[in-house]
């Protein structure tokens, strides 16, 4: 269902006028719709959901700040135990609540229990480090905890239908692979000059896009569909982008190419313009270094003297080229549901 909020005033009358010209509503129904627009109503449910969310994080970070700062007071095993219960109550409460597994997007009656489902999920990822980081249970494969981590996630993931748990169970499979997609990582270049990186997140990004495609031929969970095809593209993205910066370039169009491709027509299947808008930034990014690369392989050094003085009208043209895309979703977007 689209939200009144997506359209601006202009829109939503036209929308109201061409139902009301299909005879969809009356004159009675128009006066109506136009009436409680102008009331200026607004719900509190998203901004409490927020303020949930909210004291979910802080107060996992408060628990993290006070083992941190009393950890020799405390102790491990205390730490550990009382951890342990926390995950044990949540995940009881949980359980109980819930309506059981269904490959439709099945929720709690009452929304407060998705947040404590995550808190569930943060406070098992955080025992799972704690107990490997203290105890080296797995020995010095730290990612096997972190694997444990991600079954954990994406099991509370698919049983209770939290889109929270599944961004984490994701997050995890790409941290045991040593790729951190911060801005900080990638700000520091850290993937960019780690060859191996970009094939393994290559890799990993083409297993998340099978395994969305394949959730929705059997149609399990087809709301998570989003999720997973926007880790999909960042990490098919930025490892194609990376891979571009490395020795091996030459093997990474075609795969940039059948990602944009690709990601292109999705984010109108979806739709989602955020998976437009950044697919588009990541193929321009990802066709400059091409250009880039491919100059320098061909030794063409008389044209940068006028690449130089044809970079202003690339840029601009590239700005209004942008613009117009958006505008052509949009009419798109909202011609498919009229």
């Known amino acids: 269902?689209?939200?009144?909020s997506y359209f601006n005033m202009n829109q939503r009358n036209r929308h109201i006028q061409k139902l009301l010209d299909q005879e969809l509503i009356s004159k009675e129904q128009e006066t109506t719709i136009h009436n409680y627009f102008s009331l200026g109503i607004f719900s509190l449910r998203n901004e409490l959901l927020f303020l949930l969310y909210l004291s979910v994080l802080l107060f996992t970070s408060g628990v993290g700040v006070l083992i941190y700062k009393n950890i020799d007071t405390i102790g491990h095993s205390i730490i550990l135990m009382v951890l342990f219960a926390l995950i044990v109550v949540s995940y009881y409460f949980s359980f109980k609540k819930s309506k059981g597994f269904s490959k439709e997007d099945?929720?709690?009656?009452n929304p407060i229990y998705n947040y404590l489902v995550l808190l569930a999920t943060i406070l098992s990822c955080t025992f799972m480090g704690y107990i490997q980081f203290q105890y080296k249970?797995?020995?010095s494969h730290f990612e096997i905890s972190i694997w444990i981590s991600a079954f954990i996630a994406f099991a509370t993931a698919y049983y209770f239908n939290n889109k929270s748990a599944l961004s984490i169970g994701l997050t995890a499979l790409a941290t045991s692979l040593g790729?951190?997609?911060?801005p900080k990582t990638l700000i520091d270049n850290e993937i960019y000059w780690n060859e191996n990186l970009s094939y393994y997140g290559l890799i990993l990004g083409l297993l998340i896009l099978l395994w969305a495609i394949y959730a929705q031929g059997i149609q399990?969970?087809?709301?998570?569909?989003?999720v997973l095809i926007t880790f999909a593209l960042h990490l098919i993205s930025i490892c194609c982008i990376a891979g571009f910066i490395n020795d091996y370039w030459y093997i990474f169009p075609l795969p940039m190419t059948l990602s944009f491709y690709y990601f292109y027509h999705k984010s109108f299947t979806i739709p989602a313009i955020s998976i437009y808008v950044f697919n588009i930034i990541y193929a321009y990014i990802g066709f400059n270094i091409f250009l880039v690369r491919a100059f320098e392989a061909c030794n063409f050094n008389d044209l940068w003297v006028a690449l130089i003085y044809l970079y202003p009208f690339y840029f601009v043209g590239s700005i209004v080229l942008f613009i117009k895309a958006i505008k052509k979703f949009n009419t798109k977007?909202?011609?498919s549901i009229q």
């Open 1 to 4: 269902m689209i939200e009144p």
């Open 106 to 109: 099945v929720d709690f009656e």
């Open 137 to 139: 249970i797995f020995g």
């Open 179 to 182: 790729i951190t997609l911060t």
């Open 220 to 226: 399990l969970k087809k709301h998570f569909d989003l």
């Open 333 to 335: 977007t909202n011609d």
